[in-house]
């Protein structure tokens, strides 16, 4: 499992990342990873406008709406299932029957 920072951390290095701090000499203070912290800029400057990109609270309406989809469609399934059932339209065998 990745290793996780505190919010409040991220955004105190991302500011000083954005004003212009070396990545390295971060690196060095904080012991956090070059690549973490050349991630982290990325995002920030997304998040800035200062680069194109998703920007972080978007990607959490993303996820957001894409598990309302896989809900809503789970939901729909068991509708459609229960539609056939009760139109006869699906044969329902006893449970443990012989025949398949």
Partial sequence: MAFSYPRDVRLRICERLLNGERVDALAEETGITIVTLYRWKKQALVDAGRRPGTKSHEVDELARAERKIKALESELEMVKAATALFN???????????QS
């Fill in 88 to 98: 006869g339209e699906e044969v329902v065998r006893p449970k443990g029957s012989a």
